[in-house]
Antibody, heavy 120, light 111 residues
Framework: QLQLQESGPGLVKPSETLSLTCTVS??????????WEWIRQPPGKGLEWIGS???????DYNPSLKSRIAISVDTSKNQFSLRLSSVTAADSAVYYC????????????WGQGTLVTVSS | QSALTQPASVSGSPGQSITISCTGT?????????VSWYQQHPGKAPKLLIY???NRPSGVSNRFSGSKSGNTASLTISGLQAEDEADYFC???????????FGTGTKVTVL
């Protein structure tokens, strides 16, 4: 059974860079039939798609965040990571990683999410 | 980005049926058969219940069903059980550059 687990600091200072990692077990992130996604949910608000990675393809980012985000991969650890720079309080959210099949538009596996608070 | 609109809460007694709506626009729900529904218990990972409007993944109870009419999609839970008490949200592909839009979320309470 595929499992995804987010990890990273729960508190980030304003203007600094938020870094999160998603560890995937039970499947390989180098399988090019899957997209690996980052999604977030600010407190009391709806979910927002952040961006996606598919091995061997160009990353895809939410245009509203594109100038501040980067998704990278560590194949040796079967992990993919999110970096979000110049954070503000508006970036406080529960961050999820998820998987999507190539050619599909739903997310079939999710991590349980990690809360990141931006505060000094 | 405009979220899909869901009722904040829906409740029902055990054994009853309830329906959760998810209203979007012709650029998302109404324009594509790519609506999905998720269940989330507190502190747990979201679980896919329905994809492509009305399809259930293997292992999901047939008490969960999905449909769509125009710009509104619906999730029906029949034979409501205590374990169904959770948050539910919808998602749709969108023709905008953000690709995916999500619902505002609905808390289901089993009375």
């Amino acid at each position: 059974q595929l499992q995804l687990q987010e990890s990273g600091p729960g508190l980030v200072k304003p203007s600094e860079t938020l870094s999160l990692t998603c560890t995937v077990s039970g499947g390989s992130i180098t399988n090019s039939i899957y997209y690996w996604e980052w999604i977030r949910q600010p407190p009391g608000k709806g979910l927002e798609w952040i961006g996606s990675f598919c091995y061997g393809e160009t990353n895809d980012y939410n245009p509203s965040l594109k100038s501040r985000i980067a998704i990278s991969v560590d194949t040796s650890k079967n992990q993919f990571s999110l970096r979000l720079s110049s954070v503000t309080a508006a970036d406080s959210a529960v961050y999820y990683c998820a998987r999507r099949d190539l050619g599909e538009y739903f997310f079939d596996f999710w991590g349980q999410g990690t809360l990141v608070t931006v505060s000094s | 980005q405009s979220a899909l609109t869901q009722p904040a809460s829906v409740s029902g007694s055990p054994g009853q049926s309830i329906t959760i709506s998810c209203t979007g626009t012709s650029s998302d729900v109404g324009g594509y058969d790519s609506v999905s529904w998720y269940q989330q218990h507190p502190g747990k990972a979201p679980k896919l219940l329905i994809y492509d409007v009305s399809n259930r993944p293997s292992g999901v109870s047939n008490r969960f069903s999905g449909s769509k009419s125009g710009n509104t999609a619906s999730l029906t839970i029949s034979g409501l059980q205590a374990e169904d008490e959770a948050d539910y949200f919808c998602s749709s592909f969108t023709s905008t550059s953000i690709h995916y839009v999500f619902g505002t979320g609905t808390k289901v309470t089993v009375l």
